[in-house]
């Protein structure tokens, strides 16, 4: 399958999520992209990374511009959402599953794996409040997309000067990525985000992410 036909094949809620976090790659913010659906298939709301932003969001340019809770704002406080899925780029950090958990999402999907900052796996039973709104977790994605999810902030971080402990790390932990990382850095779209759709990233990225299949 090439990269079109499989970005054709892929979830409506993966792919609202990978929109947003190419638009924050573009934008000069940390690569990650939320979304919200309901259980008929409904977009509810999106969320991108806006740390390094400004404007356009109450919490853009503030470090608690994550993806996630940019999504999880939009949600209703008059009802539970236990039959809502929110589907992100990268695994959820202690921040974004606490605000996954007080807003009572149900099930929570993401693509990339973090072992630097990701808290998929943290116990949530550390008082009553937390453990009765214990979300459903799936991830990390298998296949080229989930790579792809995972490397992309490494691409980010490469050419910043930020986090440079994060990339210390991933070096030590699964040096395969950062050469992963290192292979799209290469590519037009990745040098340049703004000026080239998702779809074109993907084609171009597709050798280097689809060998991880």
């Given at each position: 399958m090439d990269a079109l036909a499989a970005w054709d094949a892929l979830?409506?809620?993966?792919?609202?999520?990978?929109?947003?976090?190419?638009?924050?790659?573009g934008k000069g913010s940390f690569p990650v992209g939320s979304s919200l659906f309901a259980p008929n298939g409904m977009l509810i709301a999106v969320g991108r990374?806006?740390?390094?932003?400004?404007?356009?969001?109450?919490?853009?340019?503030?470090?608690?511009?994550?993806?996630?809770?940019?999504?999880l704002s939009r949600l209703s406080t008059d009802e539970r959402h236990d039959d809502v899925t929110l589907f992100t780029t990268l695994e959820p950090c202690v921040f974004c599953m606490g605000a996954i958990v007080l807003c009572r999402v149900g099930t929570v999907r993401y693509a990339g794996s973090d072992s630097y900052g990701g808290?998929?796996?943290l116990p949530l039973d550390i008082n009553a409040q937390t453990a009765r709104y214990e979300p459903a977790i799936d991830g990390p994605l298998d296949g080229p997309f989930g790579r792809l999810a995972a490397a992309l902030p490494l691409v980010y971080l490469a050419r910043s000067d930020r986090w440079t402990r994060v990339l210390d790390h991933v070096r030590e932990s699964d040096p395969d990525l950062v050469d992963l990382a290192g292979d799209?850095?290469?590519l037009a779209p990745f040098q340049d985000p703004r000026f080239f759709p998702i779809a074109k990233a993907l084609e171009?990225?597709?050798?280097?992410?689809?060998?991880?299949?």
């Amino acid at each position: 399958m090439d990269a079109l036909a499989a970005w054709d094949a892929l979830d409506m809620g993966w792919k609202a999520a990978f929109q947003q976090a190419w638009k924050s790659f573009g934008k000069g913010s940390f690569p990650v992209g939320s979304s919200l659906f309901a259980p008929n298939g409904m977009l509810i709301a999106v969320g991108r990374n806006r740390i390094f932003e400004t404007g356009g969001d109450p919490l853009a340019g503030s470090l608690l511009a994550h993806a996630e809770v940019g999504a999880l704002s939009r949600l209703s406080t008059d009802e539970r959402h236990d039959d809502v899925t929110l589907f992100t780029t990268l695994e959820p950090c202690v921040f974004c599953m606490g605000a996954i958990v007080l807003c009572r999402v149900g099930t929570v999907r993401y693509a990339g794996s973090d072992s630097y900052g990701g808290a998929a796996k943290l116990p949530l039973d550390i008082n009553a409040q937390t453990a009765r709104y214990e979300p459903a977790i799936d991830g990390p994605l298998d296949g080229p997309f989930g790579r792809l999810a995972a490397a992309l902030p490494l691409v980010y971080l490469a050419r910043s000067d930020r986090w440079t402990r994060v990339l210390d790390h991933v070096r030590e932990s699964d040096p395969d990525l950062v050469d992963l990382a290192g292979d799209l850095e290469a590519l037009a779209p990745f040098q340049d985000p703004r000026f080239f759709p998702i779809a074109k990233a993907l084609e171009e990225a597709w050798p280097f992410i689809s060998s991880f299949e």
